[in-house]
């Protein structure tokens, strides 16, 4: 049985106890066309300790291990033995990775980058092994399960209500946008902005279909009064979590609140399917303030690198 196969037992087994973005199925989606793999951390009595999937990309003779699009987070999933004790899982932890970073090792990567996923705060063992970190900030509503709490918690001045009270009967609701459609959307968007979409519309419909199919995916949009789409967003879930993913605006809106108000719709639509609502956080100044203004908390999650060849590093730095 290969690591990948054994993988996807555990993730079976498991269930949401893994991360939606660490679970075999998201990384058979997101990875398509490429190849993937995982990292398992086994123990003498043959017990999982830990796992790390990766995406492996080579190039000119180097390898690169690199976040999958559309993945916020990826980086090791622990296993903890039942009734494991605070004090003993640093010690649980620099095992279970140390077994990890030998295959890593093993693979001959030359630059190293995943976000690892907010549950994971102890990267010790990944600093000692030549690993270097930063720490970044996504937004989080830790509990939409009660909207109406939520509704109550945006913006302290109650600007936010307000408009969108003043707009809701502006708008429709869709509830039926077509993956293709929403892709199409999102590509005007970025057409109108004077840039090129960065996701083609081949991998965005692969995407959301396939969690559409899995009852994880969830595309919502706003109609005007002549029936013209002025925002879209598309959000992925699992039972712990809802991530915003992709959102769009049409080319000749000026919004006027309508993103506010479908970010209320969607908490709405998602309430009764998970705990949090994840806005994909972006380090930018005016949208930091935009998303806490919904009652978002910071959440840190944290960045690994390691480059072992400088030409790696130089060409990863310009492409950005």
Same mark, same amino acid.
């Given at each position: 049985?290969?690591?990948?196969?054994?993988?996807?037992?555990? +993730?079976?087994?498991?269930?949401?106890?893994?991360?939606?973005?660490?679970?075999?199925?998201?990384?058979?989606? $997101? +990875?398509?066309?490429?190849?993937? !793999?995982?990292?398992?951390?086994?123990?003498?009595?043959?017990?999982? #300790?830990?796992?790390?999937? =990766?995406?492996?990309?080579?190039?000119?003779?180097?390898?690169?291990? #690199?976040?999958?699009?559309?993945?916020?987070?990826?980086?090791?999933?622990?296993?903890?033995?039942?009734?494991?004790?605070?004090?003993?899982?640093?010690?649980?932890?620099?095992?279970?990775?140390?077994?990890?970073?030998?295959?890593?090792?093993?693979?001959?990567?030359? =630059?190293?980058?995943?976000?690892?996923?907010?549950?994971?705060?102890?990267?010790?063992?990944?600093?000692?092994?030549?690993?270097?970190?930063?720490?970044?900030?996504?937004?989080?509503?830790?509990?939409?399960?009660?909207?109406?709490?939520?509704?109550?918690?945006? !913006?302290?001045?109650?600007?936010?209500?307000?408009?969108?009270?003043?707009?809701?009967?502006?708008?429709?609701?869709?509830?039926?946008?077509?993956?293709?459609?929403?892709?199409?959307?999102?590509?005007?968007?970025?057409?109108?902005?004077?840039?090129?979409?960065?996701?083609?519309?081949?991998?965005?419909?692969?995407?959301?279909?396939?969690?559409?199919?899995?009852?994880?995916?969830?595309? #919502?949009?706003?109609?005007?009064?002549?029936?013209?789409?002025?925002?879209?967003?598309?959000? $992925?879930?699992?039972?712990?979590?809802?991530?915003?993913?992709?959102?769009?605006?049409?080319?000749?809106?000026? !919004?006027?609140?309508?993103?506010?108000?479908?970010?209320?719709?969607?908490?709405?639509?998602?309430?009764?399917?998970?705990?949090?609502?994840?806005?994909?956080?972006?380090?930018?100044?005016?949208?930091?303030?935009?998303?806490?203004?919904?009652?978002?908390?910071?959440?840190? =999650?944290?960045?690994?690198?390691?480059?072992?060849?400088?030409?790696?590093?130089?060409?990863?730095?310009?492409?950005?």
């Amino acid at each position: 049985m290969t690591p990948k196969e054994k993988y996807r037992q555990i +993730c079976e087994t498991e269930g949401s106890k893994i991360p939606l973005f660490q679970q075999y199925w998201w990384m058979e989606t $997101v +990875c398509i066309g490429k190849k993937w !793999d995982v990292a398992l951390a086994i123990d003498d009595k043959g017990s999982t #300790l830990a796992a790390l999937p =990766y995406l492996l990309r080579k190039h000119l003779g180097m390898n690169f291990i #690199l976040q999958p699009q559309l993945t916020q987070f990826n980086g090791p999933v622990y296993f903890y033995p039942k009734d494991m004790s605070e004090r003993r899982r640093p010690d649980f932890e620099k095992r279970a990775a140390g077994l990890l970073i030998d295959q890593l090792d093993n693979l001959h990567i030359d =630059y190293f980058h995943q976000h690892f996923s907010p549950e994971v705060t102890n990267w010790l063992p990944y600093y000692w092994h030549g690993f270097k970190q930063t720490t970044r900030y996504t937004y989080r509503i830790a509990d939409i399960t009660d909207p109406d709490r939520v509704f109550d918690n945006f !913006d302290r001045s109650k600007e936010r209500q307000r408009r969108i009270r003043q707009i809701i009967n502006q708008y429709t609701l869709d509830r039926e946008i077509s993956p293709e459609a929403f892709a199409e959307f999102h590509e005007q968007y970025w057409k109108s902005r004077g840039k090129n979409d960065l996701l083609t519309k081949d991998f965005m419909v692969h995407v959301m279909k396939r969690a559409i199919e899995r009852q994880q995916g969830l595309v #919502l949009g706003l109609r005007d009064g002549n029936g013209a789409l002025q925002t879209a967003w598309f959000a $992925v879930y699992d039972e712990r979590c809802s991530h915003a993913l992709l959102s769009a605006m049409s080319p000749a809106s000026r !919004d006027n609140g309508a993103t506010a108000l479908l970010i209320w719709h969607m908490i709405q639509a998602l309430s009764p399917l998970t705990k949090a609502f994840d806005f994909e956080g972006s380090m930018d100044e005016t949208t930091e303030y935009f998303y806490r203004s919904f009652g978002a908390g910071q959440v840190p =999650y944290m960045r690994i690198t390691r480059c072992t060849n400088p030409v790696a590093f130089l060409m990863i730095r310009a492409k950005h």
